[in-house]
């Protein structure tokens, strides 16, 4: 064991008042059932596990040596990117592309879309684009679509961890949230997408990020780019995202995109989703780091705003984790800005048949509306800007 791995491992096994605040009641009543006979498996486990996740840390040490820098908390920068965050659920195409759309017009101002990548069957949106006053490609992904809010997080109690992440051992990650990226059109949009930003702006930052669902799919894709492209610098920040995968995902995660924030807002249910079980360390999902946790001191006119920046262990019990996550409208508002769709419901695409010329359309049905390399009509962009949502 190294000295990094130990205290990590030593705090598990003592957390279990924290656990019984965060956990649900029904998982509570379970976890009662089978406490006692669980502890002597787990310990088990515990001693079991050690070798295999130092394992891990020390294969990819060697190809990551360069990203040992942690990634440092910026509240400029998440007021900025939560509202690219907000802005991606739009199912206005024409306004998104032409980056005139009503939560387009704020700090995010100026921003350059590449391309509006759209799955059609599975409901899925995302952008790339640059922004000039970040000097960096800037990657959105839209959370989800689904009619009602309440099922989907109920449902992300019973996700399962069903898929091994390739090539590292021990690593399992929710099949659901790692094939939205990556057996979708997303993962090839999104690649062809910033290899078009890097012809014409060079090597700058690439930043991903996403809300909720959207904050999973961004954590696959910064982990897809950061292995793809090496020395470049590529920064995730999510907003309200549920976990994805095991401790050993989240151990190889941490070495790859050490630049990841992953910021949570007060009683916020969906960060303690799918449930993170004390009594296996290892075998349960466990959030990567680092996690900001906002939340609010006092009360009424007497209240503050706190952004507690948390430990580097992923689950820190001491940030969201020491509150219930019962909340549903913490979920809706991250920094005042309303994320989700404008209307639930149906998964709806509103396009003008003037950006015709910019889309592109899959066997599948699938949408790429592109700037380049299609003669960017720059006159027509304009026209369009100018009119705005009046179209
Ligand atoms: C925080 O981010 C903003 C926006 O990118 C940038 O202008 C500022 O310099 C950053 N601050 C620090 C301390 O890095
Ligand atoms: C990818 O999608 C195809 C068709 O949608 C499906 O048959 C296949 O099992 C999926 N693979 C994974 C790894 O999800």
Redesign the pocket.
């Known amino acids: 064991m190294t000295p990094r791995s130990r205290p990590r491992r030593s705090r598990a096994l003592t957390m279990n008042k924290w656990m019984t605040l965060q956990i649900g009641g029904a998982e509570e009543k379970r976890m009662e059932r089978r406490g006692w006979m669980i502890v002597a498996i787990v310990i088990c486990l515990i001693v079991n596990s050690s070798g295999r996740e130092l394992k891990v840390e020390v294969k990819h040490t060697h190809h990551h040596r360069h990203h040992h820098h942690m990634a440092?908390y910026?509240?400029?920068?998440a007021r900025?990117l939560v509202e690219y965050a907000s802005a991606v659920y739009l199912s206005d195409l024409t306004e998104l592309f032409t980056w005139t759309c009503s939560r387009c017009n704020h700090l995010t101002k100026g921003f350059e879309i590449i391309d509006l990548i759209i799955d059609v069957k599975r409901c899925l949106q995302a952008f790339v684009g640059v922004a000039k006053?970040?000097n960096a490609i800037v990657i959105a992904f839209r959370g989800t679509q689904e009619s009602s809010i309440q099922n989907w997080v109920e449902d992300l109690y019973w996700k399962q961890l069903d898929i091994d992440y390739p090539g590292i051992d021990n690593a399992m990650v929710h099949h659901g949230f790692y094939s939205a990226y990556y057996n979708t059109t997303l993962q090839p949009g999104v690649v062809n997408a910033v290899e078009k930003a890097m012809d014409l702006y060079g090597k700058i930052d690439i930043i991903v990020t996403g809300h909720s669902m959207g904050g999973a799919i961004a954590g696959f894709c910064g982990l897809d780019l950061s292995l793809a492209l090496g020395e470049q610098n590529v920064q995730v920040m999510t907003f309200g995202q549920p976990r994805i995968g095991n401790a050993a995902f989240a151990s190889y995660y941490s070495q790859v995109v050490p630049n990841t924030i992953r910021v949570t807002n007060g009683h916020d249910i969906v960060p303690h989703l799918p449930p993170y079980y004390h009594y296996f360390p290892q075998k349960t999902y466990h959030h990567f780091p680092r996690e900001v946790w906002l939340y609010s001191i006092g009360f009424g006119s007497f209240s503050y705003a706190v952004e507690k920046v948390c430990d580097n262990s992923g689950e820190d019990p001491t940030c969201s984790r020491s509150v219930a996550g019962n909340s549903i409208p913490d979920h809706m508002t991250y920094y005042g800005v309303q994320m989700g769709c404008e209307t639930s419901g149906t998964c709806k695409i509103i396009m003008d048949p003037r950006i015709s010329a910019f889309v592109r359309k899959d066997l599948d049905g699938n949408l790429v509306l592109s700037r380049v390399p299609f003669a960017p009509d720059l006159k027509l962009i304009t026209e369009l800007a100018d009119q705005g949502s009046a179209l």
């Open positions: 440092t910026n509240h400029t920068l900025i006053d970040l």
